[in-house]
């Protein structure tokens, strides 16, 4: 399945829009709504209340309750019938309303959704999307990121946009992708990061890094909300006369490996940042790729920086502690440089 170009709504001349985070998956999803009758939503609240966030406020008026599906509390239902949607021909988006609550369908994901092609020979092209991640001060059960659940697991595709444009094309891609993706939506970015709205913005598939700054002195790999904390910690390392590459890996399955290693090659200096703990997250997965391929290129032991291991703090102050933050992340980076 491939999305058509979006059509153009302004006429030329006509002023650019700046849109959020939250409106670029809204769009992608009404894109995909209205070019894919296969495509439908379902999830808990997302019809006549318009989700947690209001991103699906009034898509059951559009579309109407045949393809914008409330459901109760049942995280194992929803990912059960969208499985069962799949294999049927539909293309199922479901949503968690907090992604914290997609262990409760474990099960369904790891034993099923990420085997039947390898079982029957029957794609399920699920994707499972929700709000991911802390900076709001929502506790453990609602801060939580669940990608390191997921590594271990072959058949599920997993991304992570960062960007109002990434977030666009990315869920496109990943609707029209034939496996199961799990797709994170980083919720401090909902409202916060806003970027102008380009018509021209095509799908993309998962497996693709981008670089978002290039430098000779070390090299930042991440992805999600870190991104802009690696960005902010990047200006302050300028002032020093230092100067970083920034890698933004997008997708954990399938990973760039190629653009990992060359970023990693290209400065000896490796310093892999993530929300998720810092114990078992994805950053020892790039570490180890990185120095099983590109060991001679290491001028330096890497590093790694996460989250605190503890469940997500509920008061500010001690979330804010306990997640990497671009001073704590340029300091980590002057002691790489220096090594």
């Known amino acids: 399945m491939a999305f058509s170009a979006a059509p153009s709504t302004c006429s030329r001349g006509a002023m650019s829009e700046t849109i959020t985070y939250l409106e670029a998956i809204r769009r992608a999803l009404i894109r995909a709504l209205k070019e894919d009758e296969r495509v439908f939503l379902i999830g808990e609240d997302i019809g006549a209340y318009g989700g947690a966030f209001k991103l699906t406020d009034g898509l059951l008026e559009t579309f109407g309750e045949d393809r914008i599906i409330d459901t109760p509390i049942v995280e194992t239902g929803l990912i059960g019938a969208g499985i069962g949607a799949a294999m049927a021909g539909l293309r199922p988006v479901i949503e968690m309303q907090f992604i914290d609550f997609i262990s409760c369908a474990f099960n369904q994901l790891t034993n099923f959704a990420a085997t039947t092609h390898f079982r029957w020979g029957a794609a399920a092209p699920i994707v499972v999307r929700g709000p991911s991640g802390g900076g709001v001060h929502a506790g453990p059960f609602h801060s939580q990121n669940v990608e390191s659940f997921f590594l271990n697991t072959p058949g599920l595709k997993m991304v992570v946009p960062a960007t109002v444009e990434d977030a666009y094309r990315l869920l496109l891609g990943a609707i029209a992708d034939p496996d199961p993706v799990l797709f994170f939506e980083q919720k ?45 910690a990047a200006d302050l390392l300028e002032k020093d006369d230092l100067h970083a590459t920034v890698l933004d890996v997008r997708s954990l399955c399938p990973l760039d490996r190629s653009a990992v290693i060359e970023a990693a090659s290209h400065t000896g200096r490796i310093l892999i940042v993530h929300e998720d703990n810092v114990t078992g997250g994805a950053g020892g997965e790039l570490a180890a790729l990185i120095a099983e391929h590109a060991f001679d290129d290491l001028d330096a032991p890497i590093r790694r920086m996460g989250a605190i291991d503890c469940p997500i703090p509920y008061a500010g102050t001690l979330e804010d502690h306990s997640l990497p933050n671009p001073n704590t992340i340029a300091a980590a980076a002057k002691e790489l440089a220096a090594f």
């Open 188 to 232: 401090r970015l909902y409202r916060t990061m806003k970027a102008e709205f380009n018509q021209e913005w095509t799908p993309l598939a998962p497996g693709s890094a981008a670089y978002r700054r290039e430098g000779d002195d070390l090299t930042i790999i991440t992805y999600g909300a870190m991104l802009q904390n690696v960005l902010g």
